[in-house]
Structure formats: structure tokens, C-alpha cells
């Protein structure tokens, strides 16, 4: 089974810290996704990698960051949290690009004060 | 534990009954379909997919249905249990770009004992 990993199941972060949230996936999987889920809106996509030092912006991507050194790994920055930030975050990955299936971490509930 | 949505749809069963959980989507030119399963305080569980040249794939205890003409998903559930209890959402493969996943905003189920 596909194992995808994430550093922190609960954060807490005061406004403007720097975050980092790390994802680690254990299939060689090629695609990893980053979302954030809030109440009454769904999954929303933050920001995407379909190979190692690429990166696309998803639809809100906008206050955040990501890195991808490693294909096993994929990190979401908040570079100055704001409160507007408070949310679940999860990360996922697929097989590769194309509509395929995506699996998913635990999540990492992060609150910002 | 967390709620992932706190005005979601719910659908309350009694163990033992079937349940049918349903989805609309946007795109008529998407062409695949999964089902996730997020318990409380969890990541999303893949259930099952379908692809769009097919209306109907059954898995352990799970059925999806596909009506593209009306642009609508269901999950079927056959003798629930109480462990089915879960947020539901389904995901649509848009076909565009590079074919990010859509997802719904999930139903609650609910299964009495």
C-alpha cells in the first residue's frame, strides 16, 4: 500500500512565523499535491510537483511556498503565517500525471494565532 | 475528533441498510470519477474509481453508478456498518490542463447500531 507521511499532525504557529510542513510519499510515486480543507469548501489544490525541483500553482496558492529536492518529498511553506492560514492541510500523491488516483497523508490541523 | 465540514448533507442510517450517497459534477468532459472515504481526524480513503466509458463498477460492498447524461455519481454502500460512518466526496478528472482532480464537498454518513 502506498504510504504517504506528513511531519505534524497538529501545529500551532503565531502570525508571521515561517512554516514548514512536510510530506513524504514511499512509492516513487512522480505527482504530489498539497491542499487545504476548510468547512463548506471541499478540497482546495494549493500547489502541485510532477517531477523533482518542478512546481505549479494550484488555485489558491497565494501566502505559501513549495519545495521539491527529493521525489519522495514535497514541503509546503507559509512564509509569514496569517490567520486566514488556520486550516487542515493535506498532501498527496499520484502515480503519475493524468488523472490518476491520488492517496493521501493523515493531514496537519494548523493553527495560526 | 476534527469534523471535516460542519454543514454538510447527511444521510442517517440503521446498520444493515443500504445506503446510496450521490454526487453531481461540473464537467462534461471529465473522464474519471473516484470515491474518497475521510473518517474524523483522518486523511481521505480511496474507495473505488470509474472511468468515464464505463456506468457501473462494483467493489467489496461498494457500487459506483455513472449517469453521464445527467452528470451524476453514486456510491452504493450494501449492509452498513457502523464503521462506514465517514465523510464522503467524490472527485472529478476534469480533462483540462493538467487534469487535477475536482472534489465535491463531501456527504455525512451516519450509521446507528
Known amino acids: 500500500d502506498v504510504k504517504v507521511t506528513q511531519s505534524s499532525r497538529y501545529l500551532v504557529k503565531r502570525t508571521g512565523e515561517k512554516v514548514f510542513l512536510e510530506c513524504v510519499q514511499d512509492?516513487?510515486?512522480?505527482?504530489m499535491f498539497w491542499y487545504r480543507q476548510d468547512p463548506g469548501l471541499g478540497l482546495r489544490l494549493i500547489y502541485f510537483?510532477?517531477?523533482?525541483?518542478?512546481?505549479e500553482k494550484g488555485d489558491i496558492p497565494e501566502g505559501y511556498s513549495v519545495s521539491r529536492e527529493k521525489k519522495e518529498r514535497f514541503s509546503l511553506i507559509l512564509e509569514s503565517a496569517s490567520t486566514n492560514q488556520t486550516s487542515m492541510y493535506l498532501c498527496?500523491?499520484?502515480?503519475?500525471?493524468?488523472?490518476?488516483?491520488?492517496?493521501f497523508g493523515p493531514g496537519t490541523r494548523l493553527t495560526v494565532l | 475528533g476534527e469534523s471535516v465540514g460542519l454543514h454538510l448533507p447527511t444521510l442517517s442510517v440503521q446498520e444493515g441498510d443500504n445506503s446510496i450517497i450521490n454526487c453531481a459534477y461540473s464537467?462534461?468532459?471529465?473522464?474519471?470519477f473516484i470515491w474518497y472515504k475521510q473518517e474524523s481526524g483522518k486523511g481521505p480513503q480511496f474507495i473505488i474509481d470509474?472511468?468515464?466509458?464505463?456506468d457501473k463498477r462494483q467493489g467489496q460492498r461498494v457500487t459506483v453508478l455513472l449517469n453521464k447524461t445527467v452528470k451524476h455519481l453514486s456510491l452504493q454502500i450494501a449492509a452498513t456498518q457502523p464503521g462506514d460512518s465517514a465523510v464522503y466526496f467524490c472527485?472529478?478528472?476534469?480533462?483540462?490542463?493538467?487534469?487535477?482532480?475536482?472534489f465535491g464537498t463531501g456527504t455525512r454518513l451516519l450509521v446507528s447500531p
Open positions: 498527496a500523491s499520484s502515480l503519475r500525471t493524468g488523472g490518476e488516483k491520488q492517496f
Open positions: 512509492m516513487d510515486h512522480e505527482n
Open positions: 510537483s510532477y517531477d523533482v525541483k518542478m512546481k
Open positions: 464537467n462534461s468532459a471529465s473522464d474519471y
Open positions: 470509474i472511468r468515464s466509458n464505463m
Open positions: 472527485a472529478e478528472n476534469t480533462n483540462t490542463g493538467f487534469q487535477k482532480l475536482v
